[in-house]
């Protein structure tokens, strides 16, 4: 049997900040048609490690990979043109803008320049952003509705559908259902659902263990710095959850046999 190639891996990741050991060596790869839950507690890591994937910043050491070949990434620029895009948590939308603004942001169709005057093409962004709207089956009226106007769940919504306009392979989710109501939750992880059918890669940080649970294929756990778990999602959830806890608060780790187990 042919072992898979990963989208994205990093190995022996590593960063500092002056005394601070912010990652130890983490390993990480997801594959096409994957969802991997990232989850630890405050300062275990996950944040640091998705800004080296996506660019922000440069690790001390370790060795980005996309599609099995070495990649140098140095700034969010490089990560996008290599088909990976982030998520935030606080979505980074114009809310006095239209959702088709919105998915064109910074990456605007024009229809004719002349120097630094240029005309939008704004039909034609339009017409786009409803073709994605579709496509994801995401539940907006109209793409000319100005998102300061969309629930919590739409915004995210068109958060996540903007990237992935743009031909995104992987995409890192950084608490996208924090603060939603219930029923927002259920859209945004249908929403994930989807983009797990059309073959992109997800990574999903999140403190919430229900939604990883609900939409993940496998979740990895951080502790300190340091990859303690790597596995695939349970089918009990009392039992996964139990043992996800033991893990972010150190009664079990998989990859150090001095750790103790439960």
Request: proline share 3%.
């Amino acid at each position: 049997m042919t072992e898979r190639t990963p989208l994205v891996e990093i190995r022996n990741a590593k960063k500092r900040f002056g005394a601070v050991q912010a990652l130890r060596g983490v390993d990480l790869a997801v594959y096409s048609g994957e969802v991997l839950g990232l989850v630890g507690d405050n300062a275990a890591g996950k944040s640091t490690l998705m800004k080296v994937i996506s660019g922000a910043y440069i690790p001390d050491e370790g060795e980005i990979f996309i599609d099995g070949k070495r990649a140098h990434i140095t700034s969010p620029e490089d990560s996008r043109r290599l088909g990976i895009e982030m998520v935030y948590q606080d979505f980074a939308l114009a809310n006095n803008l239209d959702v088709a603004a919105n998915v064109f942001l910074g990456r605007e169709m024009v229809r004719w320049s002349l120097g630094p005057l240029k005309i939008m093409n704004k039909r034609a962004m339009e017409a786009g952003a409803r073709d994605l709207i579709d496509n994801l089956k995401i539940d907006i009226d109209s793409v000319r509705l100005k998102v300061e106007n969309l629930s919590g769940g739409q915004r995210q919504a068109v958060a996540i559908g903007r990237v992935t306009a743009f031909n995104a392979k992987v995409i890192i989710m950084d608490e996208p259902t924090a603060a939603l109501s219930v029923a927002a939750i259920g859209k945004v992880l249908d929403l994930i659902r989807e983009l797990k059918t059309q073959g992109c890669a997800i990574i999903l940080i999140s403190h919430r263990l229900e939604d990883v649970y609900e939409v993940g294929d496998r979740i990895i756990v951080l502790r300190q710095g340091r990859k303690v778990a790597d596995r695939p999602i349970g089918e009990d959830i009392h039992q996964f959850r139990e043992e996800i806890v033991a893990y972010m608060v150190g009664a079990k780790d998989d990859f150090s046999p001095e750790a103790a187990t439960v």
